[in-house]
């Protein structure tokens, strides 16, 4: 009998301390959740390090199917020449009509109102001051026999057109298989090839400097396969690969007839 008692006097004292723990708001400990690795980690505010798309424009007027639309308003930065700088500017954008039935035009300007030698955007750049090694024009192409050497800091850097030993020899203008090739010390690196002769291929060295300001060469060229128009190259030295000089980073079609 007395057994029982104690059975029933400590089976109350629990009850009762279970009711006055849920009074008081503590419900009893949840298990362990299970934990979902991860091998990369979630950043609520991850920023890339670098820009995955990089633009380049020029001013003057094009026809709607020939690029981008663009926006009055737009920021860029663009390459002074003469001053040898990089500015802040926005552009300006008028559409206009050539007639009826005839393609829409649009004129690209800058505000201030300077003249670029081109307008970049989505790259780590920066307004400023810029070292200008070589300005060229359209009337100096690149050839075999005349090469274009650089210097910057202590490094220096040479720009040829070189051929195969077995290509053959074009009417006019380049060789087939004709490469333009970027040398300084004991690296090399073929920037660009031409796989057909073309009407009067042509490459030109539009601008040579450093104009992401890390003491190596940066290039700005134009690249025509012949015919009619041409591309226009920017090579960074910042975005060089291991063991490479220079690396394309944008290009801008030219059109013509």
């Known amino acids: 009998m007395k057994k029982i008692l104690v059975s029933a006097i400590a089976l109350f004292i629990t009850l009762t301390l279970t009711f006055v723990g849920r009074s008081d708001g503590q419900e009893p400990a949840a298990p362990n959740p299970t934990t979902v690795g991860s091998e990369t980690p979630v950043t609520q505010n991850h920023k890339h390090s670098e820009s995955t798309h990089?633009?380049?424009?020029?001013?003057?007027?094009y026809y709607t199917d020939q690029g981008p639309l663009r926006a009055s308003g737009e920021k860029w930065l663009g390459l002074d020449v003469g001053r040898s700088s990089l500015d802040e500017c926005q552009?300006?954008?008028?559409t206009s009509n050539q007639g009826e039935g005839t393609q829409e035009m649009h004129h690209v300007s800058v505000d201030p109102p300077i003249e670029p030698l081109f307008l970049v955007r989505g790259v780590e750049l920066s307004a400023g001051a810029v070292?200008?090694?070589?300005?060229?024009?359209w009337e100096q192409s690149l050839d075999e026999k005349s090469p274009l050497n650089?210097?910057?800091g202590s490094a220096s850097y040479e720009l040829r057109v070189v051929r195969s030993e077995d290509t053959a020899t074009c009417e006019e203008g380049l060789p087939l298989n004709a490469r333009l090739l970027l040398t300084s010390g004991e690296n090399r690196q073929v920037l660009y090839s031409l796989v057909d002769c073309g009407g009067g291929a042509a490459w030109h060295v539009l601008w040579a400097g450093d104009l992401d300001r890390d003491g190596k060469l940066?290039?700005?060229v134009n690249v025509s396969?012949?015919?009619?128009?041409?591309?226009?190259?920017?090579?960074?030295?910042s975005k060089a690969q291991k063991g490479r000089l220079v690396k394309e980073v944008a290009e801008l079609v030219s059109y013509g007839c």
């Open 225 to 237: 396969p012949g015919d009619y128009g041409g591309t226009r190259k920017l090579f960074l030295s």
């Open 131 to 137: 070292i200008t090694l070589f300005a060229g024009n």
């Open 218 to 220: 940066d290039l700005f």
């Open 54 to 61: 990089i633009e380049l424009l020029d001013i003057g007027d």
């Open 91 to 94: 552009i300006k954008v008028k």
């Open 150 to 152: 650089f210097r910057l």
